[in-house]
C-alpha cells in the first residue's frame, strides 16, 4: 500500500468504485454458507474513510479487520479518521506487513493497489493465496489505464516494454502483444497475469495433499471501471473439496455481475439529474435492466441505471 491518493481523491464521492464495495458485499454475504461472517478478519488498505472498512463492518458484521497503511506521513491523520475499535493498524508497505500477519481464521482479503502491478505486488497475492484457510477470498483490484498516446513513439512496443519491466519476465505471457494493450487490453493481460499466480500458487500448495484437501480457486468478480482512471478488479473464493460443496458456483449465478471467466463485468456511471433517477426508481425493478421508460431519458443512460440502481450510490449535500 503505497497510501497518498486520498490526498487527490475523495473515494467517498467515486460512486463506481462505490457501487463495486456493494457488490463485493453481495456476494461474499455467501460465504456465511461455510462459517458465520462473525468468524471472519478483514484485511484491506482503505482510503482515510475507511469505507470498505465500515462496510463490511456494517452488512456482514466482521469484527475482526486489520488495515495495511504504508503512508506514514499522514499516520496521525488516518489513525483519527479510524471509525471503529475492531480495525487494528499495520504501519508499513504490503509487502511488509502481509508475510508477518497470522492466517489461522478464515479472512476477506482486499489488495486496492493505488500504483501499476509490479513484482513486489505479485509476491503480496502469491504469499497471500499460499497462505489463506480454505472459505476464504482474495480480491485484487490494480491500475489498468494504457497511459496517453505519444505520436512520436510506437507505442505497442513501449505497452509491452513497459508491462514486461514491471512484473518481470516470469510473470509475462510469452503470447501476449503490445496491440492487445490499448483501451481495456491492459485490463484483460492484467487479469490474466493474477489469474495464473493463484492457480500456480494453489496447485503448488496442493500438490502433496489428498482430493479433499486440494486447493483450488472459484473466481467471483472481473470488474472493469473508471472513475477519472481506468480500473480492474479480480476476485473470487479460495476453496478445498469440502468447502467447495457447501459454497459451489451454482451459488452466485443469480447475481448479474458474477463473472466466472475471462469476460469482464464493466461498471458505467449513469448521467442522470436526481428527478430521473427518481422516475426511473418507479418503473424499478420489473423493467431492469432495460427499463424502456420513460423515453425522454436517454436509452443508454436508462439501461446503464437499470444496470446497477440496487448499488447507486445516493449522495446528498448536509449543511452543519
Same mark, same amino acid.
Given at each position: ?18 457501487? @463495486?464495495? =456493494?457488490?463485493?458485499?453481495? /456476494? &461474499?454475504?455467501?460465504? $456465511?454458507?461455510?462459517? %458465520?461472517? #462473525? ?79 509490479? @513484482?513486489? =505486488?505479485?509476491?503480496?497475492? /502469491? &504469499?497471500?493465496?499460499? $497462505?489463506?484457510?480454505? %472459505?476464504? #477470498? ?183
Amino acid at each position: 500500500m503505497t497510501g497518498s491518493s486520498f490526498e487527490k481523491f475523495n473515494y467517498a464521492l467515486r460512486p463506481a468504485k462505490n457501487m @463495486e464495495r =456493494k457488490m463485493f458485499c453481495e /456476494a &461474499l454475504a455467501r460465504l $456465511s454458507r461455510i462459517a %458465520g461472517l #462473525a468468524t471472519y478478519r478483514y484485511i484491506g488498505f482503505g482510503a482515510i474513510g475507511f469505507h470498505d472498512f465500515c462496510l463490511f463492518h456494517q452488512r456482514l458484521g466482521i469484527r475482526e479487520m486489520v488495515r495495511i497503511e504504508g503512508n506514514l506521513k499522514a499516520r496521525n491523520r488516518i489513525a483519527r479518521n479510524k471509525p471503529y475499535s475492531c480495525i487494528q493498524m499495520k504501519w508499513g508497505m504490503s509487502h511488509e506487513v502481509l508475510p508477518i500477519l497470522k492466517w489461522s481464521k478464515r479472512a476477506i482479503v482486499w489488495l486496492d493497489y493505488e500504483q501499476p502491478l509490479d @513484482e513486489k =505486488k505479485l509476491s503480496d497475492i /502469491a &504469499l497471500v493465496a499460499s $497462505s489463506l484457510r480454505s %472459505g476464504s #477470498a482474495l480480491i485484487v483490484t490494480l491500475p489498468a489505464d494504457p497511459g496517453p498516446v505519444d505520436a512520436n513513439l510506437d507505442m505497442r512496443t513501449k505497452r509491452l516494454a513497459d508491462l514486461r519491466s514491471q512484473i518481470g519476465k516470469k510473470h509475462m505471457p510469452s503470447d501476449v502483444e503490445g496491440s492487445q494493450l490499448a483501451k481495456w487490453g491492459l485490463a484483460t493481460v492484467l487479469r490474466r497475469i493474477v489469474a495464473n499466480l493463484i492457480e500456480t500458487t494453489l496447485s503448488d500448495r496442493s500438490a502433496a495433499l489428498d482430493a479433499a484437501n486440494k486447493f483450488h480457486f472459484d473466481q467471483l468478480f472481473h470488474f472493469h471501471y473508471a472513475d477519472g482512471k481506468q480500473m480492474m478488479s479480480f476476485g473470487g473464493l479460495i476453496l478445498n473439496g469440502r468447502d467447495g460443496t457447501k459454497l459451489a458456483p451454482k451459488h452466485f449465478e443469480d447475481l448479474t455481475f458474477y463473472r466466472p471467466n475471462s469476460d469482464a463485468y464493466l461498471i458505467e456511471t449513469p448521467l442522470l439529474t436526481w428527478r430521473e433517477i427518481k422516475r426511473l426508481d418507479e418503473k424499478l425493478p420489473r423493467s431492469a435492466p432495460d427499463v424502456a421508460r420513460p423515453s425522454w431519458i436517454p436509452e443508454d443512460e436508462r439501461k446503464k441505471y437499470g444496470r446497477v440502481y440496487r448499488y447507486f450510490p445516493s449522495f446528498s449535500e448536509v449543511e452543519n
